[in-house]
Each structure stands twice: as C-alpha cells, then as structure tokens.
C-alpha cells in the first residue's frame, strides 16, 4: 500500500513539475529579449493561393528557419505562435505575445492579388490611415475570424466590413506605432538592400492580428505569390533564406538600438525636431507660464537608475515609462532658452539626437503649441 501511495506521490509531482516546465516556456526571462515569431494563417485558414503556391507553407517555412537562426543567440528567446500547419485564432497569436510579455511581435504573411503584376515586400504597422486599398486590404486579412468559433464573444462586435471598427483598432495600440514603425523600417530597408528585393514600403492598417498586442509589432507580406516569378523565389530554400536572413538582421539592429540608450530613429520624427528651427531669444530668459520643457536624450527597452553615471554624466535625469520603452529627459524647466542650452550640453555629451519636448501638466504638447502661451 505504501509502495503505491509513494508512486502516486511521485507521479503528481512529475505532472506538477512538467506543468510548471509548459508555463514556463511562455514566461519571459527576465535576461533575454523575448521575439514572438506567428506564421500567418495555417490548418483550414490557407491564406492566398495562387500559382500553386501557399501562403500558409511559404509563412511557416520563413518564420521556422527565422526562428532557428535567432534561437542561436544566447540574449533571445523565441515564442512561435504556430510550429505546424495549424489554425490559430487571430485573438489567440495576440494572447501568446501578451502572456510572454514579449519585446516583439512579428507577423509574417504573402500577398496575392488578382493582377499577376504586382511585386514587391510590404510591412504594416497597426493605424488608422484607411484608404481604400488598405481598408480592402485590412478587410481581407481580418475576415478570417469568420472561420473561428465563438468570434462574436472575441471580437466584442468587429465588424471587418466597417470602417469605423477598422479605425478603433488602430487607437489601442498608439503607444508602441513609433517603436513598431522604426522596426517595420528596419525590416523594409533590409529587404531592399540585403535581399535585393522591391520594397513597396512601410504602410499602416487596421490589423486584428496585432489589435492586442502589447509590444511593438508588424505585419509582413514577403511579396506576391500573384507574381509567379516572386511567388518561385518565395517558394524556393534559397529565396526564404535571403528574407528570412533580412527579417533577423532587422531585429538585431532594432535589439542593438534599444539596449545603446539613443534615440536615433527610435521615437524622433519631424514634427518633434521643428524646435531645432525655432530662434532663441535675445533675451536671457524665455519663461512659458505654464508649460515645462524637458530634453529628450534616449529612448531604451532597459530600465537604467536615473543618476549621471548612467547618462555619461549628465545631471537632473528622470525616467518614464511607455509601453516597453522607457524614455530618458534631461532637465525640467519653464524657459524655453534654458531648455536650448540644455539640449546643447546634452549633445555634447553624445548625445546627438537630442530634442525639447514640452508638456502641459502631464500632457505632452507641441513646441508651437507651448512658445505660443507666452
């Protein structure tokens, strides 16, 4: 009898031991940059066909051998929404990100069209710009919740034939658009300059594949099978491998850039370097009743102690949080010319991508906007 209660024993605390292994290989390590690789469609969803080819074989095989080389970096760690020809609901790819509290969500898909044409990469990052090519589009990729069960009670009423539903996806993920579009970049140019293929750019559109996703994510069509001859490229080792190699070269850079602490083509457009044209005043002092104007100096997925060692000396340092960036500010002040001089000292200390950011209370508003409150 004990003979028996000592195996029974043994065999829960086996199946304890193996459920805590199963959960743990969806928790993110604390020490590594965790990348969700989902190969689009799969099982009876097949995505495009055409020419023979499949979207759904072509996704998998590029996302697999992605995956294998990224595995090989001790600082990453890769989740795979589908390793088979399986059908994974769109809500379910989303919730496999979330639960790993992933640094990247990257989609990979083909495209296909009735003209035999077309030919070229395209990366989406989710937005609200909806004409009517990407609403078609965004339509034709979200339809697929239609072959799922229950996806009234997922999908809290979408409708992918509404604009308006399109749109407010689009607003969820506002935070992580700049962090995804500086990877979408990444992506495209590598395509273009490494794999020698036609970039037909970085886009935006209402996705419900990355509708959730709490991280920085993308949506990639590696070309159109359409086009027989970019569809034999995609469909041979030798095509699969040059992107693939292209989408790993991307992520790395995007990895390094992060973890440098600079704000280069990170969260930097045109609209927040316009003060870098704005003329200081003759004046010493330019006080805007008001508004605090602060020096942006790095933008970085590593959570550093706000303290001159870790800034290259800089003083007056804070931290804030948004998504899984955090973004660095050097100074806090209500003149305008002091926050010039600031930003000035800042690239000095290497800073070069410096640039003011001006805040009403806690609202972040445009430098225009706060020099006209004068």
Known sequence: MKTKQYFILVCLATLFIIGLTSFSEIEKPT??????????????????????????????????????????????????????????????????????????????????????????????????????????????????????????????????????????????????????????????????????????????????????????????????????????????KAGQHKMSNALKEAILDYKKELNNNVGDNILIDSEENKEDNLPLDEVSTRIVKGVTFKVQIAASSRKLEAKPYNFNGLSDISREQHGTIYKYYHGATSDYNAIMKLKEIAKSKGYASSFVVAYKGDKRIAIEEALKRR
């Open 31 to 236: 020490d590594k940059f965790v990348v969700v690789l989902d190969a689009g469609h799969g099982g009876r969803d097949p995505g495009a066909i055409s020419n023979g080819f499949k979207e759904k074989k072509i996704a998998l095989d590029v996302v697999l051998e992605l995956g294998k080389e990224l595995e090989k970096l001790n600082d990453i760690k890769v989740i795979y929404t589908r390793k088979t020809d399986k059908f994974i609901e769109l809500w379910r790819r989303a919730d496999i990100a979330n639960k790993a509290d992933a640094d990247l969500f990257i989609s990979i898909h083909c495209n296909a069209v009735a003209n035999s044409k077309p030919y070229g990469t395209e990366t989406w990052v989710l937005g609200e710009k909806n004409t009517e090519r990407n609403f078609e589009f965004a339509k034709r990729e979200n339809e697929v919740i239609f072959l799922e069960d229950d996806y009234e009670k997922n999908y809290a009423g979408f409708d992918p034939s509404s604009p308006e539903s399109t749109i407010a996806i689009g607003i969820e993920q506002e935070v992580y658009i700049e962090q995804s579009i500086a990877l979408a970049q990444k992506i495209e140019n590598n395509f273009k300059q490494k794999a020698k293929r036609k970039s037909r750019g970085l886009k935006q559109k209402s996705l419900l594949v990355i509708r959730n996703t709490y991280m920085p994510s993308v949506l990639v069509e590696l070309g159109f099978i359409s086009n027989k001859k970019e569809g034999t490229f995609l469909n041979s």
